[in-house]
């Protein structure tokens, strides 16, 4: 097995996003047993991976639309779904309504990350990076989600609420026509 073979599925490029991939479903393992450090940790890896994927294939020439639609799976695993799970099982709700209405609103966090993220596969070619992303990149949107994380461990916002609109803030800045500049 060639890792610098751009036709292999299991390129050096697509294995270090399969690494990815594995990261965000331990790390959501690890928040489903309220050990939120591991997973937190996982999650920071995760990101790492998704970095080192990008500079893989683009400086050996690795990229494909394999691997375009590979990276965007392994985003919505690490960055949307995980982080998501990450801060409202943290919220420790246990009243019905606020169980229920919370659960939508990261619900719909998710549904924006995944609609981001389809959005941004079909105006991309494989290779190609842009100057600027329109609307907040989800590997951002997690860590404003990790930062409410920590902001509600530490008592800073101690209302779920709060955390929960700011959460339907981050999830509506997924697709909007915000621009931030790409590194």
């Given at each position: 097995?060639?890792?610098?073979?751009?036709?292999?599925?299991?390129?050096?490029?697509n294995?270090?996003?399969?690494?990815?991939?594995?990261?965000?479903?331990?790390?959501?393992?690890?928040?489903?047993?309220?050990?939120?450090?591991?997973?937190?940790?996982?999650?920071?890896?995760?990101?790492?991976?998704?970095?080192?994927?990008?500079?893989?294939?683009?400086?050996?020439?690795l990229?494909?639309?394999?691997?375009?639609?590979?990276?965007?799976?392994?985003?919505?695993?690490?960055?949307?779904?995980?982080?998501?799970?990450?801060l409202?099982?943290?919220?420790?709700?246990?009243?019905?309504?606020?169980?229920?209405?919370?659960?939508?609103?990261?619900?719909?966090?998710?549904?924006?990350?995944l609609?981001?993220?389809?959005?941004?596969?079909?105006?991309?070619?494989?290779?190609?990076?842009?100057?600027?992303?329109?609307?907040?990149?989800?590997?951002?949107?997690?860590?404003?989600?990790?930062?409410?994380?920590?902001?509600?461990?530490?008592?800073?916002?101690?209302?779920?609420?709060?955390?929960?609109?700011?959460?339907?803030?981050?999830?509506?800045s997924?697709?909007?026509?915000?621009?931030?500049?790409?590194?």
């Amino acid at each position: 097995m060639n890792l610098m073979d751009k036709n292999n599925r299991f390129n050096l490029a697509n294995s270090v996003t399969f690494l990815n991939v594995a990261c965000g479903v331990a790390a959501m393992y690890f928040v489903t047993q309220h050990q939120f450090l591991p997973a937190i940790i996982l999650a920071w890896i995760a990101g790492g991976l998704d970095i080192l994927d990008g500079k893989i294939a683009r400086k050996y020439n690795l990229s494909t639309e394999f691997g375009v639609q590979l990276d965007s799976f392994a985003d919505f695993l690490s960055f949307v779904i995980m982080p998501a799970f990450l801060l409202y099982y943290s919220l420790n709700l246990t009243k019905g309504f606020a169980v229920f209405a919370i659960g939508l609103i990261f619900i719909y966090y998710i549904i924006s990350g995944l609609r981001r993220l389809v959005e941004f596969n079909l105006y991309t070619d494989a290779g190609s990076v842009s100057k600027y992303f329109v609307g907040v990149p989800t590997p951002l949107g997690a860590i404003l989600l990790w930062v409410l994380y920590l902001l509600h461990s530490f008592g800073i916002i101690s209302s779920v609420w709060i955390i929960a609109i700011l959460t339907a803030v981050i999830a509506w800045s997924l697709n909007s026509k915000i621009k931030i500049p790409h590194p």
